[in-house]
């Protein structure tokens, strides 16, 4: 099992601030996935990155993948309360047929 | 199209018993996998199906089984319950003709499993 790490693990920050989310590894992956999940629902896609340096912009939210292929990061700016909710990264193996998960980060933003 | 779909929402079960929990997939997914989320491990990769073969597999005991019928909709079956299996458990659906990896997977609500 390929393990990743995320940090940090709660995150409770104040609406307009800016955070910064880190998904590492010791492992290379094939690609990176990015979901967000609100409680009660499952997770969500909201970004997949490919390719070592690539960096993916979705409106306020900004993910970055490592030039090895190892780690990842997610920066959201101007933060909104509508951003609540846990983060988490999965690592795509190199087979393409595992799919290894962080344990999140949770994130509140209060008005 | 109508999401994934998961029944029972929610579930109570005693020590030694089994659970049965299923998952209708998106129309025209041909995979579904199944994952456990507990606060202490995270979301944990359980197995994946494609047309009705168990395709991949993580590293869960034998009393998590699955199967995947025709018409794509899959189950889980938790024989022997522990404590620790306590747990919410999401599908997740996607095309599926290449790895899990390769395809968006869509998840559904899941069934939110307690062990007394």
């Known amino acids: 099992t390929q393990l990743l790490e995320q940090s940090p693990q709660f995150l409770s920050i104040q609406e307009g601030e800016n955070l910064t989310v880190y998904c590492n590894s010791s492992?290379?992956?094939?690609?990176l996935q990015w979901y967000r999940q609100e409680p009660g629902e499952g997770p969500v896609l909201l970004v997949t990155?490919?390719?070592?340096?690539e960096v993916k912009k979705l409106k306020r939210l900004t993910f970055q993948f490592g030039d090895a292929r190892k780690d990842s990061s997610l920066h959201i700016t101007a933060a909104q309360p509508g951003d609540t909710g846990l983060y988490l990264c999965?690592?795509?193996?190199?087979?393409?047929?595992?799919?290894?998960f962080g344990k999140g980060t949770s994130l509140l933003v209060t008005p | 199209k109508a999401g994934v779909t998961q029944t029972p929402r929610y579930l109570i079960k005693t020590r030694g018993q089994q659970v049965t929990l299923s998952c209708s997939p998106i129309s025209g997914h041909r995979s579904v996998s199944w994952y456990q989320q507990t606060p202490g491990q995270g979301l944990q990769f359980l197995f994946e199906y494609f047309s009705e073969t168990q395709r991949n597999k993580g590293n869960f005991p034998g009393r998590f089984s699955g199967r995947q019928f025709s018409n794509s909709r899959s189950e889980m079956n938790v024989s022997t319950l522990e404590l620790g299996d306590s747990a919410l458990y999401l599908c997740?659906?996607?095309?599926?003709?290449?790895?899990?990896?390769?395809?968006?997977?869509?998840f559904g609500p899941g069934t939110r499993l307690t062990v007394l």
């Open positions: 997740a659906s996607s095309p599926g003709t290449s790895g899990i990896g390769y395809n968006e997977q869509f």
């Open positions: 999965a690592g795509v193996s190199l087979s393409g047929y595992a799919l290894n």
């Open positions: 492992s290379v992956f094939s690609s």
């Open positions: 990155v490919v390719t070592g340096g």
